[in-house]
Nanobody, 122 residues
């Protein structure tokens, strides 16, 4: 199973970005998917997760109301729409897959993408 994240970039505070993650390889059923982020010197921080059907989502308090996670099962993609971005959202964002249920713990996910840099200028 491979995950490929894209969509990062440089944006001004208050702006928007949309991250996308494509899942490829042999998958018997859709995975629970998550987005995490990491800044230098810190561990990976949970951002959002979505269950297999796409009906249930969970968000970190810091992004609730600003970020939206969604999935397209037919395309095997999971997107993260990020609005009202703040400088503190600056990080490398990683998509993850494989948790048995929605989880905010990085250790519950067995597959990870390569990360995409998001930089928000003030």
């Amino acid at each position: 199973v491979q995950l490929q994240a894209s969509g990062g970039g440089l944006v001004q505070a208050g702006g928007s970005l949309r991250l996308s993650c494509v899942v490829s390889g042999r998958t018997l059923r859709p995975y629970v998917m998550g987005w995490f982020r990491q800044v230098p010197g810190k561990g990976r921080e949970f951002v959002a997760a979505i269950n297999r059907s796409g009906v249930l989502q969970e968000y970190a308090d810091s992004v609730t109301g600003r970020f939206t996670i969604s999935r397209d099962k037919a395309k095997n993609t999971v997107d993260l729409q990020m609005n009202s971005l703040r400088p503190e959202d600056t990080a490398v964002y990683y998509c993850a897959a494989g948790s048995e249920m929605i989880s905010g713990r990085a250790s519950d996910y067995g597959y990870w993408g390569q990360g995409t840099q998001v930089t928000v200028s003030s």
